[in-house]
C-alpha cells in the first residue's frame, strides 16, 4: 500500500463507492 500515491488510494475509494451507489440504484 505503501509504494502507491495517496491519489490513487482516494480514486479507488471512489470509483468502489461509485459501484455501491450504483448496486443501490439497481
Known amino acids: ?3 502507491y500515491p495517496q ?3 482516494s480514486v479507488f475509494s471512489e470509483d468502489h ?3 455501491l451507489y ?3 440504484e439497481l
Open 7 to 9: 491519489a490513487s488510494v
Open 22 to 24: 450504483y448496486l443501490n
Open 1 to 3: 500500500m505503501k509504494d
Open 17 to 19: 463507492l461509485i459501484n
